[in-house]
């Protein structure tokens, strides 16, 4: 026997457990796309430090649509170090499902003793 009386009609459950239930879905729906952009935001801020800390150009940035871009698209950013090109963001699949960034270092066109010699440089200047 149900104490409550108005609990005692049916249709008040059934709207009741709609209610319940529409209002689960809601804050689902509202949640993960908020949870989604929190976290591609925190990838954003991290690859921007780790490209500051490669290329020492503050304005050497990338949005969370470009960095969208380059996930789904596959295609690589290319980076300069000091005004010489020779880095390449590029995104591999590691696993199904499982993507990872990389730095790729490429060689100059122009010869490999220049690129050698940036390189070195670069290394030295990190602690």
């Known amino acids: 026997m149900i104490f409550?009386?108005?609990m005692r009609n049916p249709l008040i459950v059934i709207g009741i457990c709609f209610a319940v239930a529409a209002l689960y879905t809601v804050s689902e729906m509202v949640s993960t796309p908020t949870a989604v952009k929190v976290f591609r935001a925190r990838l954003t801020r991290k690859v921007n430090e780790l490209i500051l800390e490669m290329t020492g150009d503050p304005?050497?940035?990338v949005s969370v649509t470009k960095?969208?871009?380059l996930i789904e698209g596959g295609h690589g950013l290319p980076l300069h170090i000091n005004g010489v090109p020779g880095i390449e963001l590029k995104v591999v699949d590691k696993e199904p499902g499982v993507k990872q960034?990389?730095?790729?270092v490429t060689a100059p066109d122009y010869g490999l003793e220049s690129f050698d010699l940036l390189l070195s440089a670069e290394l030295k200047r990190k602690p």
Do not use: G, N, P
């Open 4 to 6: 409550i009386e108005t």
């Open 59 to 61: 304005t050497a940035k």
């Open 101 to 104: 960034i990389i730095a790729k």
């Open 67 to 69: 960095l969208d871009e």
